[in-house]
């Protein structure tokens, strides 16, 4: 239930910055994306928390937006910072749009909240100023109605930067709207 909340404030607070429009749902949209305060895990044990907003194009190949992150060792904060989408969208799988399974159950939602799995370049700075280059990808679950997301993806954020992947889904929403 906190999941199907956080959505929803999700989705309003979208909905505040750009109205949605369902128009035709293709892999060729502009879509606004939310990613909500995010946990996701690496191998050496490290985590790291993100949460960002933004949009991109599919057609154009382009994505703008910005968001913040920390770097946590256990409960010990070891880096913080912001990043910014470095204009590039490297790859976008359409899931589609309007419904999401959870726990079995299938929730209708507008038409126009949508899902997929988006690959951008990223640029952080520390608030130390040190600077990296990456990639976050954000898997969003929704998908249409009555189909499902693709076998073995799960919803939440992945990163690789700096040569450590995090790549183990922990905590988190995100959601792609469909944008006019």
Known sequence: MKRTAALLAAA???AAIAA???GS???KSSFAVLVAPTTTAASNGLAL???MTGSF???AKTASGSGTYSLMAGSTVLETGTFTL???LVTFQFYGCGEVTMEGERIPLPPDFCGGRVIF???AISSTGVHHDGLLEVNCQIHNPGGQAPPGTSEGVKINARGINFNKHVTGDNLFQILP
């Open 20 to 22: 949605g429009s369902a």
């Open 49 to 51: 928390q993100t949460e």
């Open 121 to 123: 370049g990223v640029h």
């Open 12 to 14: 309003f607070a979208i």
């Open 25 to 27: 749902a293709t892999s």
């Open 57 to 59: 194009n599919v057609a």
């Open 86 to 88: 470095d204009q590039r």
